[in-house]
């Protein structure tokens, strides 16, 4: 697809304006495998038609597909396995630690996919922190602003090379049970985790203060202004003593100096200082 004739810049604007994700003239090549699958729920012959129709109509539901098809939803089980390790050996204890007269805890994955993160704490807990959690009351939160990736984390579905992404078959076998086509996890995993829409350029809902935030790799793809936006917004919602984790590639910007970073071997995490 020619970013000239295609009516690329149209989707770079949409894509924009609704997610804050910008778009390189580069990626043009993609517009074109990522809206396929769109032209044909709409019965366009063509990507080209299912943009002009778009442009034409405006019809909100043709426009929230086009811009969920053309955000990155990568994402897998324990990704960046070193940050898991890490969690299960520093920030949980600590913040088990820290929480222990109240016997809280609040975790909250906010660019989350289609849920293979927030899953992946849920797994850890159970594994290493079921007898320290027992009569706490935990909250793990999941959310995107993709509806399409929301509605997979809520069904736990996930295909055969989804399921291979990350997971061992020790835990494919105790969280999942294999369906027609694909795995779905069990209740009480699903259970476990509460996931919603929610886009991270609108000011947020009232959440309640949050002791853990994953927010990994969803910044990349926007500009530093709405980096820094995002992050002022979510910087607000952690807990004195929280702890953020941002993707490796991520960084707060002027917010270091709310944060202790701590680093733990390759991977990296921010501590809120108390106010
Ligand atoms: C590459 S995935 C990362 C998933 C997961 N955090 C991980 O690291 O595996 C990025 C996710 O950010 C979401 N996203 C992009 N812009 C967003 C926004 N403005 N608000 C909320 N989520 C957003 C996308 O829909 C996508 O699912």
């Not at 043709?62 to 053309?70: D, F, H, T």
């Not at 997979?152 to 061992?168: F, I, N, P």
Request: include cysteine; charged fraction near 25%.
């Amino acid at each position: 697809m020619s970013a000239e004739s295609s009516g690329f810049d149209f989707i770079c604007r949409i894509v924009a304006e609704r997610t804050g994700n910008v778009l390189e003239a580069d990626k043009a090549y993609l517009a074109k495998s990522r809206l396929l699958p769109v032209a044909q729920r709409w019965s366009c012959p063509s990507v080209k038609e299912v943009i002009a129709k778009l442009q034409a109509s405006r019809d909100p539901q043709l426009e929230r597909e086009v811009v969920e098809a053309m955000l990155t939803h990568e994402t897998s089980f324990f990704r960046d396995e070193q940050y898991f390790a890490n969690l299960s050996q520093h920030i949980l204890p600590a913040l088990l630690h820290q929480r222990q007269a109240e016997r809280c805890l609040r975790i909250w994955c906010c660019a989350c996919a289609s849920g293979q993160e927030a899953y992946s704490i849920g797994m850890l807990l159970r594994e290493s922190f079921s007898d320290a959690v027992s009569g706490w009351d935990v909250e793990i939160l999941g959310s995107d602003c993709s509806y399409q990736s929301i509605l997979q984390a809520v069904a736990g579905e996930y295909s055969e090379v989804e399921m291979t992404r990350g997971l061992s078959a020790r835990r494919r076998d105790r969280y999942f049970q294999r369906q027609r086509s694909g795995w779905q996890l069990n209740d009480s995993l699903r259970a476990a985790v509460q996931f919603r829409e929610l886009n991270l350029i609108k000011p947020l809902p009232t959440l309640p203060p949050m002791d853990l935030v994953l927010l990994r790799n969803a910044l990349i793809y926007m500009s530093d202004d709405t980096k820094r936006t995002i992050l002022r917004r979510v910087h607000q919602t952690i807990r004195p003593g929280g702890f953020l984790i941002l993707g490796a590639t991520e960084t707060l910007f002027d917010l270091k100096d709310r944060f202790d970073r701590i680093s733990f071997d390759s991977s990296l995490s921010y501590q809120k200082r108390p106010l």
